[in-house]
């Protein structure tokens, strides 16, 4: 769930509010109880940085090498051998 910022015209004071994409702008201040509340544009508070989690990050022992034991194909254009001679 995203966190807003909202500013009351009233009061000045700063509140942020965990909600749904979905639900309803908040209308009421927390500090002053006035209907004051305006949501503010503001910068996400973390920025994903680097190559990434992989599969096996967080797996222990003979878990952690299940995403590389080679028995799968990276084309996924194998042929299978039906057992029958054409």
Do not use: V
């Amino acid at each position: 769930m995203p966190i807003y910022e909202y500013q009351c015209s009233e009061c000045n004071k700063r509140h942020e509010a965990l909600q749904g994409i979905n639900d309803p702008e908040l209308t009421d201040c927390p500090h002053c109880g006035k209907p004051g509340l305006k949501r503010l544009i503001s910068a996400a508070a973390f920025r994903l940085k680097g190559t990434g989690w992989y599969e096996t990050d967080f797996k222990t022992g003979n878990k952690r090498n299940l995403a590389d034991d080679g028995s799968s194909s990276s084309s996924g254009n194998e042929t299978k051998s039906t057992g029958t001679d054409d």
